[in-house]
Nanobody
């Protein structure tokens, strides 16, 4: 069955960098649209970045030019490279996936995704 396992979360100082990983099993990432969401304490889950089946990315305005989403087809893994981290990036980060609908299909709406990981915590201190 489809399974997603995140890792890479940590506590860092503002301005630092982290790379999150999401190992996928049960499906080939090149056939799926995938995304990263985050949920800050006491707030709703929000879309951070999404990538279509071919690897094209889309970003929330709050992370554009700081985060990069990518897929490694050989490792069947999704990544989120985060740089210039800010305290407001503190959240539980979740990997999500859904069968792709073709090029340029990469929504940032949580309800459109059918598979989710358990999350990895990112804490950024000032």
């Amino acid at each position: 069955q489809v399974q997603l396992v995140e890792s890479g979360g940590d506590s860092v100082q503002a301005g630092g960098s982290l790379r999150l990983s999401c190992i996928a099993s049960g499906f080939p990432v090149e056939e799926y649209t995938m995304a990263w969401f985050r949920q800050p304490p006491g707030k709703d889950r929000e879309g951070v970045a999404a990538v279509d089946r071919d690897g094209r990315g889309k970003y929330a305005a709050s992370v554009k030019d700081r985060f990069i989403i990518s897929k490694d087809f050989a490792k069947n893994t999704l990544y989120l490279q985060m740089s210039s981290l800010k305290p407001e990036d503190t959240a539980m980060y979740y990997c999500a996936a859904r069968r792709g609908r073709g090029q340029y299909y990469y929504p940032l709406t949580a309800s459109l995704y059918t598979a989710w990981g358990q999350g990895t915590q990112v804490t950024v201190s000032s």
